[in-house]
């Protein structure tokens, strides 16, 4: 009994010696449904890789699905501190990333691996800095190109999106529809299935990825494979967390940032956009595809307004928008290489 004594009594006094190093907490906020292949296959994974390699020092605990912040509060919990790190869509903040935006229009991208990379190099050679000055940014990446999906017609033409309610996931794409004589519907993708299935809305554009994740394929028959947008993501972390680590586990979170976990998250978004038209047609829905989108005799005009309006906007607001676009098309050919 003395010997047990005593070996409680010596790990009981370990536990409280000063200097013991204990495991620093990261709560990680995003808004994909957890046990969704986003979650383990981004977020999840990144956690585990994050606590192997500091040893266990860092625990990221991770909150899928908006149940610690929602999706466009995701980046201020951030900044303020009631997540540790967050994921989210830049859009879902209307107006405060307009220059990261600029790679979300028609033409950009034709993958999410090509848009991610083209976003992370953005970022890299320092065109975005402002726009993120309040957190600490790890990687970026985006969905690849969102199409349109509806219910009961196909929308061939542009004029058949007339008299639609339409889910806009940015409000450039939201003005893009109310141009064609569509209502415009805004709600992160969490919120579309609800939607569709009230009969809120009539369809909406999300790329295969979301149709796939967010259960859209369940509720709509036919697709239209026209590249309306291309939406950037983030994961991002709250600056003091991340200056208050040791050198060694900033470390840590530096080699897992950048261009790395921005083609990680790429690939797998990729691999999802194929399941997601893959299960569309299992289904028997019916699809077409705009070959050719920005010369197409119907589309190609209605994209090209798109692009010239938005970066027309930025250039009128005192920002590079024309410069930032230059930038953004040349990052492409680089990208696609």
């Known amino acids: 009994m003395k010997t047990i004594y005593y070996a409680a009594g010596l790990t009981l006094g370990l536990a409280v010696l000063p200097g013991l190093v204990q495991a620093e907490t990261l709560r990680l906020a995003h808004v994909w449904p957890g046990g969704s292949k986003i979650d383990k296959e981004i977020f999840q994974a990144w956690a585990d890789s994050v606590e192997e390699a500091s040893d266990g020092r860092l625990d990221v605990q991770v909150f899928p699905g908006q149940t610690l912040a929602e999706s466009d509060a995701t980046y ?7 997540a540790d790190i967050g994921a989210t869509a830049q859009g879902y903040t209307s ?8 790679v979300e229009v028609p ?41 349109l999906h509806a219910k009961d017609k196909l929308l061939a033409k542009p ?8 889910r806009r996931p940015t409000s450039l794409v939201g003005d893009m529809m109310e141009d064609l004589g569509a209502q415009p ?8 299935y609800t939607a569709l ?7 909406l554009s999300i790329n295969w990825e979301g149709a796939k994740t ?17 939406l950037s993501l983030i994961a991002t972390m709250n600056k003091s967390t991340y200056e208050n680590l040791p050198d060694d586990l900033k470390k840590v979170i530096d080699e897992h940032s950048g261009m790395k976990w921005s083609m990680k998250a790429g690939g797998v978004y990729d691999e999802l956009s194929k399941e997601g038209r893959q299960e569309a047609l299992d289904a028997g829905d019916k699809i077409i595809t705009v070959e050719n989108p920005l010369e197409d005799e119907d589309w190609g005009p209605v994209l090209k307004d798109t692009v010239n309006r938005y970066v027309n906007d930025l250039q009128e607001k005192g920002l590079p928008g024309a410069q ?7 990052l492409k050919e680089l990208c696609d290489a």
């Not at 201020?76 to 009631?82: D, L, R, S």
């Open 197 to 203: 299935q009230r009969g809120v809305m009539d369809g």
């Open 214 to 230: 967010f259960r859209v394929n369940e509720l709509v028959n036919y697709h239209t494979e026209v590249p309306l947008y291309d």
């Open 324 to 330: 930032t676009y230059d930038t953004v098309m040349t």
């Open 107 to 147: 033409g950009v991208s034709n993958s999410s691996s090509q848009g991610s990379c083209v976003l992370q190099k953005l970022y890299e050679q320092g065109n975005l800095d402002q726009e993120y000055a309040d957190t600490h940014v790890l990687f970026m990446f985006t969905t690849g190109p969102g199409y």
């Open 95 to 102: 107006g405060r990333f307009p220059l990261t935006q600029v």
């Open 159 to 166: 004029s058949d999106l007339e008299g639609m309610r339409l």
């Open 76 to 82: 201020e919990a951030v900044v303020n501190g009631i």
């Open 185 to 192: 519907v805004g709600m992160p993708a969490p919120d579309i």
